[in-house]
C-alpha cells in the first residue's frame, strides 16, 4: 500500500475544487432523516455523529476527526441517515458528489483500503463498547470511554499517561451515564491513581486502565 502522504495528496486533489465550510462548534451539519447533499471530507476538528431516544437523551455513536470521510454509508449503500451528525469543535468540510467519492475510490483502492482501516479500527471500537455496556458496571463503561478518547484524540505526555480535553457531559453521553454518575466515577479513579482531572482538562493514565479493564 502507497504511504500515507500519496494518500493524503490524492484526496485533497478529488476535494481542491470545493468551496471550504467552516461550521462552529455545536452545529449541526446534518440532521437525522436527512438526505445527505454528498460526501464531506472533514479537513479540520472533530465531527460526532450520535442519536436521541425517545426520553430525549442524546447517545453519542461515534466520533471522526481530520481525514474522515462522511457519511460513507449512505454514499456507498445508499442507507437512510438515521443520525445526526455535529460539529464538535469548529470544524473545516468539503463536500463532493456521492457519485464522484465512490467512484474515486473503485479507482484509488489504497486510499479504500485506508479507509476500510478506519471504518474496522471504528467498528472494533463499537463492539468493545457493547460488551463494556453489557457488563452493567458504570466504573468499567467511564474507563472504556477514557481509554478510547486518549487513543484516538489525546496528547500524550509519556508512554503511559495522555491528557484529553472533555466535558463531563460528552463522557456521559458516550458512555450512556448519567452526568452525575461521571462525575462520582471520575472521583473514584482519581483517587484510584488512574486518571487526573482539572476542569475539562483529564490526564489519563492510559497503561493502568487498560490493566484494570482486562483484568
Known sequence: MKDKTTITRKVEQLFEASTPHLYAAGSIVIFANQEPTGVFLLEQGVIEQYDITPEGNKITINTFREGAFLPMSWAI????????????????????????????????????????????????ALLRRLVVMASGEASSRLMYELLIEAYRFGHSLDESRCEITMKRTSLAERSGLARETVSRELHKLEREGLVACAHQRIIVYTDKIAAKLEG
Open 77 to 124: 449503500n445508499n442507507t437512510a441517515n438515521e443520525y445526526f451528525y455535529a460539529a464538535a469543535s469548529d470544524v473545516i468540510l468539503r463536500q463532493v458528489p456521492a457519485e464522484a467519492a465512490t467512484a474515486f475510490l473503485h479507482e484509488n483502492p489504497d486510499v479504500l483500503y485506508d479507509l476500510l482501516s478506519r471504518v474496522y479500527r471504528g467498528t472494533d
